[in-house]
């Protein structure tokens, strides 16, 4: 889809030789870099067993009649689909007007429906062709966005949905996996570690290693920079932007 694109992360412009240094006294930085280095972080562990529910994010799919059918900024909620042999239905709600002719209005509320060819590789029709039904579809449009929720008898499957819809031509994201039996207070965030650049990483790993987020610390900058083999200023950069990159999905805009 052309409307919609995603926003680059940008780069860290900033020489600062101390920037991204906690002050004394604050607690040390966790290094999101261990294990995989192209996998994801799951706060608060999650093994592969075990049941789970997963909360994707389909960026710009190629096909998505509710997000064509929505004006730049809104969200359609409760989507839902019915198959029809020369069509699939869909049907959602939003909280404003869309400029089309609603099935259902009242109290700042509007249901609409929109049909579209059934033979098109949706998100959801991708996902439950592998045999996992969809609970719960939210469109957002502005950039184009589907957010997705399923529950799975566990996290294998997950490779398998990513790819199937990667497929047709959309980015997917693990925004969100929580386990069986979690806290109600516990709330898991997925990390992508690919929004990282190979620099960034060996900034990262090498911090770590040597114990620069540890208090007091194990090492300096000047220390890092020279394991790394880049000037101090050069690693403040690096470290600063990993660090942003970071906190962009762990912490809520």
């Known amino acids: 889809m052309s409307r919609g694109s995603r926003r680059p992360a940008s780069a860290d412009d900033s020489t600062d030789p101390v920037a991204g240094d906690p002050p004394d006294g604050s607690p040390p930085v966790s290094d999101p870099s261990d294990g995989d280095p192209d996998g994801a972080i799951v706060e608060g562990a999650v093994g592969r067993s075990g049941g789970v529910r997963a909360r994707l994010a389909v960026r710009d799919p190629p096909h998505a009649p ?5 004006p730049d900024g809104a969200v359609a909620t409760d989507v839902e689909r019915v198959r029809l042999d020369d069509a699939v239905v869909s049907e959602f709600r939003t909280d ?3 400029g089309a002719e609603p099935v259902f209005a009242a109290d700042g509320e509007y249901v609409y429906r929109t049909r579209s060819p059934p033979t098109e590789p949706y998100p959801c029709r991708s996902i439950e062709s592998l045999g996992h039904p969809v609970s719960d579809v939210t469109v957002r449009t502005g950039p184009d966005r589907i957010l997705l929720t ?3 008898p566990s ?3 997950i490779d398998e949905i990513v790819e199937t819809v990667e497929a047709t031509g959309a980015s997917v994201t693990l925004e969100r996996l929580t386990r069986s039996g979690g806290s109600a207070d516990c709330d898991p965030v997925v ?9 960034q ?3 990262v790993r090498t911090a770590q290693r040597l114990g620069y987020f540890e208090y007091p610390r194990g090492a300096d900058a000047e220390a890092v920079a020279a394991a ?5 200023s050069t690693f403040a950069e690096h470290l600063a932007a990993a660090q942003r990159r970071v906190f962009d999905e762990l912490v809520d805009p």
């Open 66 to 70: 509710v997000a064509d059918a929505l």
């Open 96 to 98: 404003r007007e869309i």
């Open 150 to 152: 399923l529950s799975l």
């Open 155 to 157: 996290v294998d499957p």
């Open 191 to 199: 990390i992508d570690r690919g929004r990282l650049t190979d620099r």
């Open 201 to 203: 990483r060996e900034v």
């Open 228 to 232: 790394v083999g880049i000037a101090r």
